[in-house]
């Protein structure tokens, strides 16, 4: 996943009201193999509800399956 599209998704979740585990179902769902850590998930998910904008220093972990 490409990983613009992984922080628009994120704050796309956060804005709904998206729990942490329904945001990594809707990007396991959608990007598949594709998607990043689960517990890269939760850090992502934590950092854009406590308002924080940008995420450009993070590094990205690709789920392997």
Not at 29 to 53: N, P, T, Y
């Amino acid at each position: 996943m490409e990983g613009s599209l992984e922080r628009y998704a994120f704050k796309f979740c956060v804005q709904l009201g998206k729990n942490a585990t329904e945001t990594f179902q809707m990007l396991q769902e959608a990007f598949k193999d594709d998607c990043i850590s689960r517990s890269q998930s939760g850090r992502w998910h934590k950092a854009f509800k406590e308002g924080r904008e940008e995420l450009k220093h993070e590094k990205v972990d690709v789920m392997m399956t």
